[in-house]
């Protein structure tokens, strides 16, 4: 058994690319970053922030999805597989390329960021829905956290 399953949540870096390939089959390109956060170790040595960039493939409706929403900011949650390339350059190198092949995304931040969210996967591409807000508590005291203590979490 083997598993090819990658989950990124991150910034598109670029609007997406869509081109449309024999039989109106729409295909998009567009790259994530997504950021580790700086931290301090234990023993006072500073790890520096870490960007990675992503090379994203959507198909069919995502990739219609994706040429009208994902704009370079847009923070998206794609679910997918990677997939590598290999070729030889003009100087006889060979050279590989890994893209992840999202089968499911969705559009997160605010709506004013996205114009609209959007959730869809690859064997459908349902209509825009509204984002999802975070919940509102009325009392923000939790039966297991101290007195005068939100269980809010940091993110």
Sequence with gaps: M???KVILVGNAGDDAKVRYLENNVAVAN???ATTERAYTLSNGTQVPERTE???VVVWRGL???AEKYVKKGTQVYIEGKIQSRTWT???GNKRYSYDILADNMQLLGRKSDTQAAVSA???EAPAPKKA????VKADNSAP???AGQSDDLPF
Excluded: G
């Design 2 to 4: 083997s598993v090819n």
């Design 144 to 146: 297991f956290a101290p």
């Design 53 to 55: 960039w992503h090379n």
């Design 132 to 135: 999802a807000s975070k919940p």
């Design 63 to 65: 990739a219609e999805i």
């Design 121 to 123: 996967s690859a064997e």
């Design 30 to 32: 567009f790259s994530v």
């Design 89 to 91: 350059d003009k100087d």
